[in-house]
Each structure stands twice: as structure tokens, then as C-alpha cells.
């Protein structure tokens, strides 16, 4: 089916005025009914309210859902029609009233927060536009060029593999149709739960047209009134993230592709031997035989098991590549398997389903099919068992590159109509349903055959990158943004395109660091690390045909500012963790724009080159070449300047010097940054959970007033789902006498003892303070003058249960 490009096209009637209404379901459902269409109403114990004009097939509800595992609990309903009204009552405080010709509004606690109407179809798509006040933004719809805020286009969420996108392009390798609409006043969202080809007209100032293909149109809607809790309530329809496995939140190199087995050993070497932190290399197409995935080159990569066991002493782990299609080639085992099982994506009339791919004329795998999951996660626990700790899913929107041009008969075209998936003995789907969720059924597949080895080996926390993705696709994936070029723009666009993604309910995002088509200048590339290092995923990538793009390949000064940056990285892992584990809980995301924690302040919404990592750290990269300084918009409050020490004032614009080595960096006052010890690979943390050394050394402290939760765990078990893990809770407050800060650290019976004494750094200080006292004892201090701060250490190690009270007494 073609994209609509007319929207809504100009044939789309009206679904009519209501002719019935009828309670249902355990009096958990009205459904209205035209002459045309059935519409029904159900609303969520979490306040959220699920619109659904019916039509065609219901794959979000039928298939996806069961998927990702997720069951929603409704409320019972009262209904009272009045005069050509439905009043619709649920829970303590929402309602819905339905008018006869269909305008529906939500109001909570007796104030309106959603209007829809003009419900229309067009063979058999469906459209209805929801109503916007005029300063309301637009953001999320997942992974899109431009900036933060979406107004002004029309968008839609097909899942394309695109070679180079612009500004311009729309659809791109993610499907997010899920929106969040918000201003001062507050926030609102929206999850279009229909997997067709969907649209979000945000061109008009007072309505967001929305839209499918085919499908129905399901509309969860997310009364906020807080950000924090739309994005809560859009991952209790969708699912958060489980926690990653520490190594994932290291640094990691990749490229396509380094030649052979001998030149990955190198590259491992070179960082260690440069002291440049790295916990993952990434092995491109090239390690396969012929781009016959599951396989390895026999001349290339002659013995991955000692490719293996030799980065392991290094610390460096392996992910693989893996793309979705496989060899049309009889003497191919996988291929074989295949048929045999009969797992792979065939025509309504039977014939297979063939298309070009790297490997050539190839077929591909049907993730629909229960049976072709479990048989696909076999083939992962297999290959991976041996040692490779995660796996890169590419090309899976699915890509194709089409017909073999020298046999055009031979079945290979690319031509999308008329193929179908078989979701189980008796139920077929048109690949128009399928292709946006096609790589969250690879992503499933894949977790439960890493999990399988995992659950052999240590590990039991998958890891896979994944390109293309549905919501869901956070429940299984980290995400990277495809392939971006190496230019200036494409750093700037990564910031608003992450930020995006987060607020699309997937966190754990990031760019090819460097670009991947064409070669960064030197200058693009250390600003390109500078920034990317504070990214929820960090990984240097470039295409074939590129220049190096290893941290040492534009010289020393560039290597030294990579060093430095990856090393901060490393220093900022337990901060990591704890957004992680945040996200998990709450469906938070770890970058967040500047509105995110300043929700009054109006310019925050406008910020796309900034952002910040938690609630305090705000980064603010260089964006243009030859640039040695920016303007940087603090918000509200008071924030410190690591590299010069200085305190500024926002809300307000200031001119900020950024030499080549040195990145905008602010912290705001009340932030503590729990700082980890220098590492090169999070191999070296390995056995800091049982001797109970692990988390923060230090505590780094900016006075003010704010809290924080310190998070730890084991790094790579599922254990944590038990609550075996650290928190240890600050409570910061500061006035003109004394800073307090009052830790409760907590964990239970099974996780081990503290063996470490915390170092604390507050700052900053003018003058050298009175005391600091902790418990009410006085403790030794030191105080620098340049940069104010003040560190000692706890006279003990934390004890769970035990709280302290440190005073600093300040003049
Ligand atoms: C795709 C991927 C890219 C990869 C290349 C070769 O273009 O997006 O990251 O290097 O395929 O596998």
C-alpha cells in the first residue's frame, strides 16, 4: 500500500452520527455503533483512556500485546446518556462524555484534558484529529530528523531503511507512533496502538490529525498532568526497560568492517595500550562466510573461540552482527533448517518470499510465527554460547534491496503486496500489519535465545542493538540511529532525534559517534566524542570506505580529548546505573531536554542543543566547526561550571567558552554525582559487588538543595528484580550557615556488606568552612582554594538501616 500523501485523502467520509451504544464486557467497555463503524470505550486503573473506532485487524491488541507480556487492568464503568450525551464514569476522578455525531472529550477531575473528533474512513483507512491549544509542542513520534518540538509537518511510521536522511526525510528505520503534548501549563500523551502504516499530521495549529492505513484506530491516551507521569503511564502500555548488563553502558567500537580476526586483536590492543577505556568491538558482515549469517569467514576469522578468550583477558567483549535475511543456498544449514521448519515469509499463494540483501537472493525468517522465534532462538543461543556477549540486529525494517537484476524471474522482487505472516495454525496477516513490528519480533526471538545461553553461562541480561523497532522494542533493545553522515548537522540532529526517542518511551539510545557515511574532519570528530560519551549508548561507527575512525586515528591532541571524555564516562558509570534503573521503574528517559525537570519554563521547550544526563548534569556540545565558544541556556537556579568553577544564574542565555578540548558542561546546585574509581573495562568492576565495593567511591556535591537515590547492583544478574540491590538516598539542603546532607542507605539481608569508605566532594565554598561533622563528631577536611570544594571521607563504611547527618558549618 502507498503512503497517503493527500491527508486525509479527499474521499474520507464521516463514520456517521451514533445509532446505539451497548455496555459490555463486565460492564468494563461501551461501544457506540454508527451506520459504518463501531467505536468503544474503556478506561485504565492508572487514569488512562483507550479509544478504538474498530476496524480490520486488531494486531496491537492481538499480537503484540501478548508479546510484550503486559496486561492492563480496567475499571468498571457507569454510563448516564443525557440528552444526545454519554456521560461515561470511572475510577475516582475520570470521565468521558460522547456526544451523538461522535466528539469525545476526557476530563479529569471535572477539567477537560483531551477533545477528539471528526472521525472519518477512506477505504480502509481511518482518521480523527485530536484538538491543541496553540502553545501546546509536539514531541516524541520516536526517531525523527528536525527539531525537538514536531510541529509543522506531516509524519509517518513506517519502518524505512534510509541512506542518508535530511532534514526532510520523513519515515525512518523506528515506528513510534506515541506523542507527547506539552507546555507550561502541563502534559498530555498519546500512543496510537495500530501497527499499519500510521500518520500524525501536526501541520495545523489547533489539531493533530491522526491516522492508519488500515487497522483500528487505538488510541491510548495519557491525561499526565505531569511529563514524568505521561511517560509512566505510556510504559505501562508498552513496557520499560530491563537493565542491561554493565558492559553495555561502557564504551564501544565498531566499524564496517575490520578485515579479519587479527586486525580486531589490534584494535583491542591499541586501546589497552593507549589507555583508552573500551568494554565492546563490534564485529560488522564481513566476519561471516559469504554474509551467511550464524557463520564464520574460515580465512578471516579463522578461530573466533580464541578471538574470544584473547579480548576477554583484555576486557573486551564481542558483539555480532546479524541481519535478518538469510542465503538462498541449499547447501546452507540455517537455510535448510528453515524449510524444513518452514519459518520463513511466503506469499499468500504459497510461494516464498525472496528478495536481494547483502548475502544475495535470500529469505526471510517470519517472526510471527511462534515456531519460527523459537527456532531463530536456538540458532542465537548456539552461535553465541561460546562467548559472544550480545547481538547487533540490523537491516530488520526489514531492508531489501530488490530484485536480482541478471534474474529478474527468479522470484526476487521486493515487492511488499501480497505477503503474508502466519501468527499461528489458523491466523494470516497481510505484511502490511507486520512490517513496522517485524524487527520487535526479531528483537523477542533474539532476547530468548541470548537468555537461554546467558542463563548457561554468568550473564542472564541480554544485550541487543537493534535498528529498526515498534513500541515494545525498549523491553528487548538498545537503539542506534542508523546510518547518520559525518557531518556537522547530523551531531546537532542526534541531540533533538535522542532526546525524541526517550520521550518515545525508549532510553536506551544513540548515534554512530563520528558519522557513518564519509569521514569527521578532526575537529567534528573529538567535538562528536565530546558529546557522545553522555549518551545512554556510546559507540564510535563508519561505513566501508572510510577513513579510520578509532580514537587515535586524527592524531594525538584529538586521541588525548577521546581519553579524556571516554575516561569521564567510566568516572560516571554509577550515575549511569541509576538513571538505568530509574528508567526501568518509571519509564523515565536517562537524556532529557532541558523541560523535563523545568517544566515552567517556557524557553526550556525551544532548547534543542542541550540536554541533560539525570536531573543535574546539562551538557551543551559544540555544534559548528571553528566554533570556540556558545551560548548556553541555563534554567532557573544556580549552576557551577566545572572548568572554570564559576557559578551562573539562569533563567537566561550565557556566552560560554568551549576551547576544542572542552565541552559546555554545567551542574546544577543540589546534583550529587556518584563518581566511580578509573577503570579501562567495567571487567575490572567485576568482582566489586561481592566484596562489597561496589557503586560510587565518591560523592561529588554541588550545595544546594535536592535529592538523589545512589543505585548499585551486581551489573550483570536478574537478581535486582528481587530487590538485591544498593540504594543509598541524599537528602541535600544549604543556607546561609550549613550544608546537611542526610544518607539513608538501604539494601536487604542479600546483598553484601559496604567494605568501602565513601569520599565526599561538596562545593563550593569561597572560603574554607567552619567544621564538618558527621553524626554530630568532627571529621578531618580538606579545602581547595581555587575551586571551593571540601572532601573527607566517612569515618565508616555505610551500614543499611543506619543513617547519617553531615553538617558542613560555613560562613
Ligand atoms: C547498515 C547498517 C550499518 C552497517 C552496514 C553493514 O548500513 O546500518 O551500521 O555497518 O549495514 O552491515
Known amino acids: 500500500m502507498k503512503p497517503m500523501t493527500d491527508f486525509p485523502p479527499r474521499p474520507a467520509v464521516s463514520v456517521g452520527h451514533i445509532e446505539q451504544f451497548q455496555v459490555d464486557d463486565n460492564n468494563r467497555r461501551v461501544t457506540f455503533t454508527t451506520n459504518s463503524h463501531s467505536l468503544s470505550i474503556r478506561i485504565l486503573s492508572t487514569g488512562i483512556v483507550h479509544l478504538q473506532l474498530h476496524n480490520g485487524e486488531d494486531i496491537f491488541h492481538d499480537l503484540i500485546r501478548p508479546l510484550l507480556e503486559i496486561s492492563l487492568q480496567y475499571l468498571p464503568l457507569e454510563v448516564k446518556p443525557e440528552n444526545d450525551t454519554w456521560s461515561i464514569l470511572a475510577g475516582p476522578d475520570t470521565t468521558v462524555t460522547v456526544t451523538r455525531n461522535l466528539e469525545i472529550t476526557v476530563l479529569r477531575t471535572g477539567t477537560p484534558c483531551f477533545y477528539i473528533s471528526h472521525w472519518m474512513y477512506a477505504g480502509t483507512g481511518v482518521f480523527c484529529r485530536l484538538h491543541l491549544t496553540p502553545k501546546e509542542r509536539i514531541f516524541g513520534l520516536g526517531e525523527k530528523t528536525g527539531a525537538l518540538d514536531k510541529r509543522g509537518k506531516l509524519y509517518t511510521q513506517w519502518t524505512t531503511d534510509v541512506h542518508p536522511h535530511t532534514p526532510s526525510t520523513d519515515a525512518m528505520y523506528q515506528a513510534l507512533p506515541v506523542t507527547v503534548l506539552a507546555d507550561p501549563t502541563g502534559s498530555r500523551g498519546l500512543f496510537l496502538a495500530n501497527t499499519y502504516r500510521t500518520y500524525f499530521d501536526c501541520r495545523s495549529s489547533n489539531f493533530l ?451 576544542l578540548h572542552q565541552i559546555p558542561l554545567f551542574l546544577r546546585a543540589g546534583t550529587v554525582l556518584p563518581i566511580g574509581r578509573k577503570v579501562f573495562s567495567t571487567k575490572q568492576l567485576q568482582g566489586d559487588w561481592k566484596a562489597g565495593r561496589d557503586g560510587a567511591d565518591m560523592f561529588w556535591i554541588i550545595r544546594g538543595h535536592g535529592k538523589f537515590v545512589a543505585y548499585s547492583d551486581d551489573g550483570s544478574s536478574q537478581d535486582y528484580s528481587q530487590d538485591v540491590c544498593r540504594r543509598i538516598e541524599m537528602a541535600i539542603d544549604d543556607d546561609n550557615h550549613q550544608t546537611s546532607i542526610v544518607v539513608t542507605p538501604t539494601w536487604n539481608k542479600k546483598v553484601p556488606n559496604v567494605t568501602k569508605s565513601h569520599r565526599f566532594c561538596v562545593m563550593p565554598y569561597p572560603e574554607p568552612p567552619i567544621n564538618v561533622r558527621i553524626n554530630g563528631s568532627p571529621v578531618p577536611w580538606r579545602w581547595k582554594a581555587r575551586t571551593g570544594l571540601v572532601t573527607f571521607a566517612l569515618p565508616h563504611p555505610f551500614q543499611s538501616g543506619q543513617r547519617m547527618d553531615i553538617l558542613i558549618e560555613h560562613t
Open 209 to 659: 490529525g491522526l491516522g492508519a492505513d488500515d487497522g483500528p484506530l487505538s488510541l491510548y491516551l495519557f491525561p499526565g498532568p505531569t511529563l514524568k507521569q505521561v511517560l509512566y503511564q505510556y510504559t505501562d502500555v508498552t513496557g520499560r526497560i530491563p537493565l542491561p548488563p554493565r558492559w553495555a553502558l561502557g564504551f564501544q567500537q565498531s566499524r564496517y568492517s575490520y578485515p579479519d580476526q587479527k586486525r580486531v586483536g589490534q584494535i583491542a590492543e591499541e586501546f589497552r595500550k593507549r589507555k583508552i577505556p573500551l568494554d565492546v568491538i563490534y564485529l560488522d558482515i564481513d566476519y561471516m562466510d559469504g554474509y551467511r549469517i550464524f557463520t564464520w569467514n574460515p580465512n578471516t576469522f579463522q578461530n573466533p573461540a580464541h578471538l574470544i578468550e584473547n579480548l576477554d583477558g583484555q576486557g573486551v567483549r564481542i558483539v555480532t552482527i546479524i541481519d535478518p535475511g538469510i542465503k538462498d543456498d541449499t547447501s546452507f544449514p540455517v537455510y535448510r533448517s528453515g524449510i524444513a521448519e518452514d519459518v520463513f515469509m511466503r506469499y499468500a499463494n504459497g510461494e516464498a518470499f525472496r528478495s536481494h540483501v547483502w548475502p544475495g537472493q535470500c529469505v526471510f525468517p517470519d517472526f510471527v510465527r511462534p515456531s519460527a522465534r523459537k527456532w531463530w532462538a536456538r540458532l542465537v543461543a548456539d552461535f553465541v554460547r561460546p562467548g559472544i556477549a550480545g547481538i547487533w540486529n540490523d537491516m530488520n525494517e526489514p531492508a531489501l534491496f530488490g530484485a536480482d537484476p541478471k534474474n529478474p524471474t527468479l522470484g526476487g522482487f521486493a515487492n511488499d503486496a501480497g505477503l503474508i505472516h502466519v501468527a499461528d495454525d489458523s491466523r494470516m496477516v497481510s505484511h502490511d500489519g507486520i512490517h513496522n513490528t517485524y524487527a520487535l519480533f526479531q528483537a523477542a526471538a533474539t532476547y530468548e535465545g541470548l537468555f537461554q545461553a546467558g542463563v548457561d553461562n554468568d550473564g542472564g541480561r541480554p544485550f541487543i542493538l537493534s535498528r529498526s523497532g515498534f513500541p515494545g522494542i525498549q523491553k528487548y533493545a538498545a537503539v542506534w540511529t542508523g546510518d547518520n553522515s559525518s557531518w556537522w548537522e547530523h551531531l546537532a540532529m542526534a541531540i533533538p532525534m535522542c532526546l525524541n526517542l526517550g520521550l518515545s518511551g525508549v532510553p536506551f539510545v544513540g548515534p554512530d559517534i563520528g558519522g557513518f557515511f564519509d569521514s569527521p574532519t578532526p575537529e567534528l570528530f573529538a567535538r562528536w566524542i565530546e558529546a557522545g560519551v553522555f549518551f545512554p549508548f556510546a559507540r564510535i561507527h563508519s561505513d566501508k570506505g572510510t577513513l579510520d575512525q578509532e580514537p587515535w586515528s586524527y592524531g594525538r591532541d584529538i586521541e588525548a580529548i577521546a581519553r579524556r571524555y571516554i575516561s569521564y564516562r567510566y568516572r560516571l558509570l554509577p550515575l549511569l546505573e541509576t538513571l538505568f534503573e530509574e528508567s526501568h521503574r518509571t519509564g523515565s528517559p536517562i537524556m532529557r531536554p532541558l523541560f523535563w525537570e523545568f517544566p515552567d519554563d517556557a524557553v526550556a521547550y525551544d532548547i534543542s542543543d542541550e540536554f541533560l544526563l539525570g536531573r543535574g548534569l546539562l551538557v551543551a556540545p559544540i555544534l559548528q566547526s571553528g566554533a570556540d565558544q556558545r551560548l548556553v541556556y541555563l534554567p532557573q537556579g544556580a549552576w557551577y561550571d566545572p572548568w572554570t568553577g564559576n557559578v551562573m544564574r539562569g533563567p537566561g542565555h550565557h556566552l560560554v567558552p568551549a576551547p
